[in-house]
């Protein structure tokens, strides 16, 4: 039986725990002027009090938490704080309109970076602080931070952290869940700080070299400014340090802190890291040819455009330098293919992941092997391990089902898109850089464009395929079993 106190319990603490970030924003507010302390201030107020109400109310039935609770809780929760992180902008007047501020929220913790803001400039700087923020603590997940106290309070959190990353890999840092939340957050928050003053000194206002490191390390892409980070275009040194912590963060997280360890050996072996890092460096290739051969820019920005749009697309951060659709028609496929890659499991991107990629192609070339020898013994190996049945057919249902919702996701957004001039082109565009909680795609959504004039309908539409994306398709899915809500 589902014990809804719990669910009740768990959603009131991480509700509580978002109040206090809020009011991080309230600092830039004082200190710029920007005259958004009200909204802040009233934003935190009501989730604090709705989130202490629901802890309260509940903390005496019971704190253990059973799977089922896990999933519930996972889904009850990026819903819920979606909804609370929404009210900043809708009680500012910066989205009036509530589908609007709903789908900015979820766009920023889901990590996607989709914006419907027109004028991203004339955002007062304690909502446009939070508006980042959001993407941070989306990146690594609130649920995970969450796992980090739960001991604290006497609530035990394995069930949380497998809901929260459900991807193909087992490797833990730590056998015991806490110790492995709490070193995720100490590398997360010590790069992030390390990025942001790597940014200030080299050009950025204190205040966008905050932003930017928040949004960057989160592989989120909202930036303070319109042109994002083709704002910068005349401080090479900043793409470059950009570029470098994308790459970082979408490395499994796991490696990152053997490597801080200093045992490179583990993160060389990883047959994930280097098909990731193989796959960028040639996708640089092939675009910076193709781009220095069209003439538009000299050697050295040819190059730096290209290593910056092929790491933010690949990340799934979704950070603009330039306009990829205008190059060429080729790029812009590759571009739109890459929508679908994303980075390393365990890391903040999103996308498929690589190692999912590399299971099926294993899989695949082997098929040809065993229709050879039909009687031969032929296991699949990633990591020098062998990949059981149960990973394998995990790895084909969450492709297949992903495959499923951007067909149908397609479809209907072409129907609702049909206004649009190129409505086919910008509709799997849409749908693709949601599932993948990139940000920006191509035709009228492409990197100059934002999703203010899309319909209503198809924010909502989108909201769903970017928490569905973002949890990785089961986690949500399952919630929709007849078999998930009976006793036995």
């Known amino acids: 039986m589902i014990k809804y106190a719990v669910v009740f319990n768990v959603v009131g603490i991480i509700l509580t725990m978002l109040s206090g970030f809020m009011l991080t924003a309230l600092p830039f507010s004082l200190y710029f002027g920007s005259h958004d302390v009200l909204p802040i201030l009233s934003s935190a107020g009501i989730t604090f009090l709705v989130g202490a109400t629901s802890w309260y109310l509940s903390k005496d039935f019971g704190k253990r938490i059973y799977k089922r609770e896990g999933f519930i809780i996972v889904g009850a929760s990026w819903f819920t704080v979606s909804l609370f992180s929404a009210m900043p902008y809708w009680f500012s007047g910066i989205l009036p ?87 995720l957050w100490l590398i997360y928050v010590g790069l992030t700080i390390t990025l942001s003053i790597l940014l200030w000194i080299s050009g950025m206002t204190f205040y966008d070299a905050i932003n930017h490191g928040l949004t960057t390390l989160a592989t989120g892409g909202f930036s303070t400014k319109n042109a994002s980070i083709a704002h910068y275009n005349t401080i090479p040194i900043i793409q470059y ?120 192609f294993k899989n695949s070339f082997l098929e040809l092997k ?55 082109l910008t509709s799997i565009g849409a749908v693709a850089t949601s599932l993948g909680n990139v940000g920006p795609s191509i035709a009228e959504l492409g990197p100059l464009h934002n999703f203010a004039d899309v319909p209503y309908i198809g924010k909502w539409v989108l909201i769903i395929l970017m928490l569905l994306g973002r949890l990785e398709l089961f986690t949500i899915l399952i919630l929709f079993t007849p078999y998930f809500w009976r006793n036995n």
């Open 97 to 183: 309109e509530f589908t609007n501020a709903f789908f900015e929220s979820v766009s920023g913790l889901t990590t996607t970076g989709a914006s419907t803001i027109r004028d991203i400039e004339l955002v007062p700087k304690g909502i446009l602080f939070w508006r980042s923020l959001s993407q941070w603590l989306g990146g690594m997940g609130i649920i995970v931070l969450t796992v980090a106290i739960f001991p604290l309070l006497g609530i035990g959190g394995v069930e949380l952290f497998v809901a929260e990353a459900p991807g193909p890999t087992s490797d833990k840092i730590h056998p015991r869940i806490k110790e492995t939340a709490k070193r």
């Open 241 to 360: 340090i950009i570029a470098i912590f994308m790459f970082v963060a979408g490395v499994n997280y796991t490696l990152i802190y053997f490597s801080l360890k200093g045992d490179f050996k583990r993160l060389w072996s990883s047959d994930e890291f280097k098909t990731y890092l193989f796959l960028v460096l040639g996708l640089i290739l092939t675009v910076f040819v193709i781009v220095y051969n069209c003439g538009v820019y000299d050697l050295e920005k040819s190059f730096r455009e290209s290593l910056f749009q092929v790491v933010s697309v690949i990340t799934t951060t979704g950070f603009v330098s330039a306009d990829y659709t205008s190059w060429t028609p080729f790029l812009t496929m590759l571009f739109f293919i890459l929508l679908f890659v994303g980075a390393s499991a365990g890391s903040t991107s999103g996308g498929i992941k690589i190692i999912r990629h590399i299971v099926i």
């Open 370 to 424: 065993r229709l050879l020898h039909p009687k031969a013994i032929i296991r699949m190996k990633v990591d020098k391990k062998i990949v059981t049945p149960k990973i394998m057919t995990h790895v084909l249902v969450f492709l297949l089902l992903y495959l499923m919702l951007f067909i149908v996701g397609s479809m209907i957004m072409t129907v609702i898109l049909s206004d649009f001039d190129q409505p086919l």
